[in-house]
């Protein structure tokens, strides 16, 4: 079973917009974290926000995450046709041993 | 990319056949997890292996195993494969000490199986 759940599934914008993809989980977590996959292949992590945590920027990402709703939203500003991806959010839990994914964002930024 | 190798790209075997997926994690790495993504969705987490012994397992039948070597390479061995059983499989490392890191994982580019 999937955690998370990301919102939208597919997304499609022009080049230069910003995309916001959203993500809800269900139970505590120790920390989130948004991974991106190419056409199938292996995800790449892309940033970790911990529980602790409200905010966190990385170059054109911004990430936030809302405990109390159980929910994250991740932030690409200035979209590239570069970004076009799937978007995973996944969360770990006490045990720390594994990542749970949800389902996933398509996005495509045409040009 | 990272220095996640996984052999290997793709793979076509016949229902009830054995399959071996080999990993070989990045540099520094002792940790090796595998997960499972089946077309359209998010990937499943399989186990996960530390310094050779399996310290988490998801929702898979023992018929799902692996292996992890003292140089930290890992293999995921599935026997009596099922239709159901094709998917990316994905391997990742992380450099974690044990159940409690927040450590990101670095992924493999994954192993495509056909179940036939």
């Known amino acids: 079973s999937q955690q998370g759940e990301e919102d939208p599934q597919a997304l499609s914008i022009q080049e230069g917009e910003n995309a916001t993809m959203n993500c809800s989980y269900k139970?505590?977590?120790?920390?989130l974290q948004w991974y991106r996959q190419n056409s199938g292949r292996g995800l790449v992590h892309l940033i970790l926000i911990r529980s602790n945590e409200r905010e966190k920027h990385s170059g054109r990402l911004r990430v936030t995450l809302d405990t109390s709703k159980k929910s994250s939203s991740l932030l690409i500003t200035a979209s590239r046709a570069a970004d076009t991806a799937s978007y995973f959010c996944?969360?770990?839990?006490?045990?720390?041993?594994?990542?749970?994914f949800g389902a996933g964002t398509i996005l495509r930024v045409k040009s | 990319e990272t220095g996640v190798t996984q052999s290997p790209t793709h793979l076509i075997k016949t229902r009830g056949q054995q399959v071996t997926l080999r990993c070989s994690s990045q540099s520094g790495h002792n940790t090796v997890s595998w997960y499972q993504q089946a077309l359209g969705q998010g990937p499943q987490f399989i186990f996960q292996y530390y310094r050779e012994e399996e310290n988490g397992r998801g929702n898979f039948p023992p018929r799902f195993s692996g292996l992890q070597f003292p140089n930290y390479s890992s293999e995921l061995n599935v026997n009596a494969l099922e239709l159901d059983d094709s998917a990316l499989y994905l391997c990742a490392s992380r450099p974690g000490t044990g159940r409690n890191s927040y450590y990101e994982q670095y992924f493999g580019p994954g192993t495509r199986l056909t179940v036939t």
């Open positions: 139970t505590s977590i120790n920390n």
């Open positions: 996944a969360t770990t839990r006490g045990d720390g041993n594994k990542l749970v």
